[in-house]
């Protein structure tokens, strides 16, 4: 089955060391998100890449930062990590072209961050 | 600022009736909506979707309305199952730009008792 898949399902950092989550997809799919979700918040955009296009979020920290090597994989790197950015983070694919909007997302099963 | 809302956190429904998660949003822009369900430990799946040039629609037991002139949208489900207990969150993307980004709500946390 063509998917999202994020690895790892759980990290656990501690205060300021740098940590990297991955995602890969099968689904060939030109634009990869990562969201950021808290406890009983919305998923909340960080950036994009559409291609090979980076698109950072106007309020996005400056820790944050992501790499696209190929069109399958995405990465995260959060240089030192705060105890403010212990969440959930998503990893989501989708197919944007000219002209055909509206396509929805996909999304991996989730890292979940915590920071000691 | 939150451009979409769900204003109920949770709602509890008797299996085989009806579902109904509501949905509020600010932005007159938006154009798109989805729904997608969530259950624990996994990311969030797809449901269903409408465009703003309809009021609605429809796959299987689900159902989704928009009425745009109170910025308002609703999932119906029918017959409610207890496999359908999940966190729903309701989303909107903006028209106008060749990036479908999508504005989330909080979600509604269903669950479907026997």
């Known amino acids: 089955d063509a998917m999202v898949i994020q690895n790892p399902r759980y990290q656990v950092t501690q205060f300021g060391k740098p940590v990297t989550l991955s995602c890969s997809q099968t689904?060939?799919?030109?634009?990869m998100y990562w969201y950021q979700q808290k406890s009983s918040q919305a998923p909340k955009l960080l950036f994009h890449?559409?291609?090979?296009?980076?698109?950072n979020e106007a309020d996005t920290p400056d820790n944050f930062q992501s790499r696209r090597p190929n069109t399958s994989f995405c990465f995260l790197d959060i240089r030192s990590p705060g105890l403010g950015d212990a969440a959930m983070y998503l990893c989501?694919?989708?197919?944007?072209?000219?002209?055909?909007?509206?396509?929805?997302?996909?999304f991996g099963d989730g890292t979940r961050l915590s920071i000691l | 600022d939150q451009q979409v809302k769900q204003n109920s956190p949770s709602l509890s429904v008797q299996e085989g009736r009806i579902s109904i998660l509501n949905c509020d949003y600010t932005?007159?822009?938006?154009?798109?909506f989805l729904w997608y369900k969530k259950y624990p430990a996994e990311g969030p799946t797809f449901l269903i979707s409408?465009?703003?040039?309809?009021d609605k629609n429809e796959d299987g037991r689900f159902t989704v309305f928009l009425n745009k002139s109170a910025k308002h949208l609703s999932l119906h489900i029918v017959p409610s199952q207890p496999g359908d207990s999940a966190v729903y969150f309701c989303?909107?993307?903006?028209?106008?730009?060749?990036?479908?980004?999508?504005?989330f709500g909080r979600g509604t946390q269903l669950t479907v008792w026997p």
């Open positions: 989303a909107a993307s903006e028209g106008g730009s060749t990036l479908g980004r999508l504005y």
């Open positions: 689904l060939n799919h030109n634009v």
């Open positions: 409408i465009s703003s040039i309809k």
């Open positions: 989501a694919t989708s197919r944007e072209a000219q002209g055909k909007r509206n396509q929805p997302q996909h």
């Open positions: 932005n007159s822009m938006f154009d798109y």
């Open positions: 890449y559409y291609d090979k296009d980076f698109n």
